[in-house]
């Protein structure tokens, strides 16, 4: 059966599978059925599904039906067919067209009821005729609504287009438990998708990308909870709040527009007042709860039986969408909410909600209150809600009397919880108000977390630094904090030599007043810049740190802790002990997790992404790479370490086309932010790109670039990046073979100096490239050979060395065994599941044996579009392929014959 290509150049969040779904049934079968509830974006999927094929070269027909003009006989047909009947002449019999215009109002009747089989087989026959020419592709949204008359032909029709190049994508609104009502509009076979709600990251990234709305924004948080992951829901709750203006905190209701209450209104309108009433307690819970004596059971009764309400497992009383406890809880008067808030203190047993609903009942300040406030503030810490502590130490600091320094202090405790809860703007806010108030060393204290909120933007840093310090004073604890943070800054701008000297003054103030959490916190930052210069020293150091944090309260997962093991798990890692650092890895990433710390965790992800990758997990290093990459990009405030480890994943388990975009994203986001380090691994990125691609020039640029400035910034380790033996052979395949053995000498004396055995293959692969290149293919071949191991610490190390081992002996013309060697790396790359090397490498198995000219009639067809002249969009709209098939073809087109770009393809001689 013919297919039509669909571009996967449109992305549509959280809805990649839905779309790979949707674009397999309409490739392999008639058409694709979406159903769900009302705003849950299959119209969205709809607009991507037409935009493909409309990029592809496919006639997309659509209807847009609606409830209220479902009266309107052939609506439907006029929107589909009106345009093309118009464009076209004879495409179908003389008398079926005069039934058809008839029909569809284009040409007046005489008065006689107009034949329904004439209408069916004219529509049958016109989507025939069209078909004939291209695919074609019928989108019907909102296929519930369309007029019966129109639904009668399609389904007649759909029932006799198997076979033809004619495809249906339709939607139905179908409720939770409903059966779609629409499949006889698609042609057999049949392909049915229920399209899900989204997670909450993705909703938030949805409303960021629409309205602008911070991910880690108060408000955002609360819509994406609010939502039940409609992203309709989340579009209208959000607009609703910022036309209000007004600041929504956890503790008020969201404002709920009409439109989104006359969806839900049919639940609550039938509710007595004593049922709504008893919902209230409902909705002013924190969590889905037990029933209490308070609650009238008969009323709840009304609301189980309405759908309002749902009984758990248990006793635990929830609302079927989080929609309608927001209604409620907005439709209750302040004193009735405080009401419902009192009851509940006085009911539940858990300190921390009770001490929730204590200061929810009340905005009246009190000593007590703001005391047990505090505490239970702390011991959210301990259960792994930091989220939670934060709220509660900001309902402290806002219920303590008459002590301005206590409140700040409790403020600030709250801006370090929002923070390591992922809560940026939240963190933002209460620094802000800290610096607003007396307490001295809650402002040197909210000014460095005010750099830890930038990330990598460090523009601001040197003037908050000296702030920090002119009220740091004398204080050797304060001096100490601030010592810390400018050695940090020192270091990341490539000052070393000063930001060691500034780590040792801090180190010696945290000693002086006896503050050992921080000198926990100098060493973790220590310790990756002594694997570069001192080595022997990192052991030692890190064995101290974990000492002094024996029997600290708090100290065990601090984020000096969680920094002190990530060192850890990478020095396991540089010394190729692989199998250590995955399980400590991978333990590291269950402690944050259970703790609730969301912004260590994005940086742990990024860790977990990279050992698994050395260790040739690469289906594992993708899952941890784009959901690590994600959630940094949500949590800010600059994309650029987010973009870089999506780009990571993409080259472990995805495309080096999407690698380039996403490294190109990362590059100019870490130019814009002036953060050195991620712009080289961005650049670093785009290199490695680059080599799958075989853009050897930019490959070398991109590569030599990252090695550059990481080198500029004393990262000299070659297991720190593995940028050396690509760079080498970028340069060598590109001719620059002067330069990189200049790379492959300094490469090759770092390695020994820092006892770095785990490169010593990629190096050699390197050497031995460069030899085959300057003319001694066989005996280059045969050393590489040797020096294979028959295991490597990093799995894929010996994939590369295999590929390359091809290369030679392809080019010493030894074809089996050249044959021998690429079998064997797609076998390596396959067992790690690398898709992208997988790729290249059964692209190269596959052209060992071709003959130069031996093209496919579609490969053809390209080079005789390109000899005359046209565009990739104008040779995708000839062949009916996407704009992206054309652009693999010519890339490999380009590796086959030799030639770097449209130009000297144009001009070559091929035959075949």
């Not at 709504?276 to 609301?303: K, T």
């Not at 009984?311 to 635990?316: A, I």
């Not at 439709?331 to 858990?350: N, S």
């Not at 961005?682 to 050897?696: N, S, V």
Request: hydrophobic share 45%; proline share 5%; net charge neutral.
């Amino acid at each position: 059966m013919e297919t039509f290509a669909m571009s996967d150049a449109t992305v549509l969040l959280g809805r990649d599978e839905v779309l790979v779904r949707c674009r397999a049934g309409l490739a392999d079968g008639g058409g694709v059925l979406l159903t769900g509830p009302a705003g849950i974006g299959k119209s969205a999927i709809l607009d991507t599904l037409d935009d493909e094929a409309t990029e592809a070269g496919v006639l997309v027909l659509r209807s847009n039906s609606s409830a209220i003009e479902a009266s309107l006989p052939y609506l439907a047909l006029y929107d589909l067919l009106a345009r093309p009947i118009a464009e076209q002449d004879g495409l179908i019999a003389p008398h079926l067209r005069a039934v058809l215009d008839v029909a569809l109002l284009r040409a007046p009747g005489d008065g006689a009821p107009t034949e329904q089989l004439a209408i069916r087989v004219a529509v049958l026959e016109l989507l025939r005729a069209l078909a004939a020419d291209r695919p074609v592709l019928l989108v019907l949204d909102d296929a519930h609504c369309l007029d019966p008359a129109s639904a009668q032909v399609l389904g007649f029709a759909a029932r006799r287009l198997q076979g033809h190049r004619v495809k249906v994508a339709a939607a139905e609104r179908v409720e939770s438990g409903g059966e779609p009502a629409c499949l006889d509009l698609l042609p057999e076979p049949r392909t049915e998708l229920a399209v899900g709600t989204l997670p909450g990251p993705v909703i938030g990234e949805l409303l960021r990308t629409r309205l602008g709305l911070p991910p880690a924004d108060r408000l955002s948080e609360r819509i994406q909870s609010a939502s039940g992951g409609n992203p309709f829901y989340a579009l209208e709750l959000a607009q609703a709040a910022l036309r209000s203006r007004a600041p929504v905190s956890t503790d008020e209701p969201l404002p709920v527009p009409q439109r989104l209450r006359g969806l839900l209104a049919d639940r609550l309108a039938a509710l007595p007042r004593e049922a709504v009433d008893a919902l209230l307690l409902v909705a002013a819970a924190a969590r889905p709860h037990r029933r209490h004596p308070a609650q009238d059971d008969q009323a709840l009764a009304a609301a189980l039986a309405a759908g309002v309400v749902a009984s758990g497992p248990g006793p635990e009383l929830r609302f079927t969408h989080p929609l309608l406890r927001e209604i409620i809880y907005a439709d209750a008067t302040l004193a009735q909410r405080q009401a419902c808030h009192a009851t509940l203190a006085g009911l539940l047993d858990d300190p921390l909600e009770r001490a929730r609903h204590r200061a929810l009942a009340t905005a009246a300040p009190g000593a007590e209150l703001a005391r047990e406030l505090a505490d239970a503030a702390r011991i959210a810490v301990t259960r792994g809600a930091p989220a939670l502590a934060a709220e509660l130490s900001r309902l402290a600091a806002e219920r303590t009397p008459d002590d301005p320094a206590l409140a700040a202090e409790r403020l600030l405790a709250g801006a370090r919880h929002a923070y390591d809860a992922g809560l940026v703007d939240q963190a933002k806010e209460a620094c802000a108000a800290v610096l607003r108030g007396p307490n001295r060393a809650a402002r040197v204290g909210a000014r460095l977390l005010l750099i830890d909120l930038a990330g990598g933007d460090r523009s601001g840093t040197p003037a908050l630094l000296d702030a920090a310090q002119a009220d740091a004073g004398d204080d050797p604890r304060l001096r100490a904090g601030v010592r810390r943070y400018r050695a940090d800054h020192a270091i990341s701008t490539g000052a070393t030599e000063f930001g060691l000297a500034e780590l040792a003054a801090a180190e010696r103030h945290a000693q002086e007043c006896g503050d050992v959490d921080q000198q926990i916190d100098v060493i973790a930052l220590r310790a990756p810049i002594e694997m570069q210069l001192r080595p022997a020293a990192v052991l030692p150091s890190l064995r101290r740190a974990g000492a002094l944090a024996v029997g600290r309260p708090g100290a065990a997962l601090s984020a000096a802790a969680i920094q002190i093991r990530c060192c850890l798990v990478v020095w396991l890692l540089r010394c190729g002990e692989v199998a250590e650092a995955i399980e400590a890895v991978n333990q590291l990433r269950t402690d944050v997790e259970n703790a609730g710390r969301v912004k260590d965790l994005g940086d742990v992800l990024h860790l977990v992404a990279s050992v698994h990758e050395r260790a040739g997990l690469c289906g594992q290093a993708y899952q941890a790479g784009r959901l690590g990459g994600r959630m940094r990009v949500e949590l800010g405030p600059t994309a650029g370490p987010g973009l870089v480890l999506s780009a990571a994943a993409e080259l472990n388990g995805g495309s080096a086309e999407q690698a380039t975009e996403l490294a190109d994203a990362a590059i100019r986001a870490g130019e814009l932010a002036g953060d050195t380090e991620w712009s080289a691994y961005a650049l670093g990125m785009r290199g490695r790109a680059d080599l799958l691609a075989d853009r050897l020039p930019q490959a070398a640029q991109h590569l030599g670039r990252c090695r550059a400035m990481l080198r500029g910034l004393g990262f000299t380790d070659p297991a720190l990046f593995l940028v050396d033996a690509d760079l080498i052979e970028a340069l060598a395949r590109s001719g620059e073979t002067a330069q990189a053995r200049r790379v492959l000498d300094e490469a090759v004396r770092e390695a020994a100096r820092l006892e770095r055995q785990v490169v010593g293959l990629g190096l050699t692969r390197a050497r031995a490239l460069l030899v085959g290149l300057d003319g001694g293919p066989h005996g280059a071949a045969e050393q590489l050979r040797a020096a294979l191991p028959a295991s490597h610490p990093y799995p894929l190390e010996s994939a590369r060395a295999l590929l390359v081992l091809g290369d030679l002996e392809r080019r010493a013309r030894r074809r089996a065994a050249a044959r021998t060697a690429l079998r064997a790396a797609a076998r390596a790359f396959a067992t790690a599941q690398c898709l992208p090397w997988l790729a290249l490498t059964r692209e190269r198995l596959a052209r060992l044996d071709a003959p130069p000219g031996a093209l496919s009639e579609q490969e053809r067809q390209i080079v005789e579009l390109v000899q005359g002249g046209a565009t990739n969009r104008q040779i995708a709209t000839a062949l009916h392929i996407s704009v992206k098939s054309v652009e693999g073809s010519l890339t490999r087109l380009f590796r086959r014959f030799g030639v770097r770009d449209r130009t000297e393809l144009a001009v070559h001689r091929i035959t075949g």
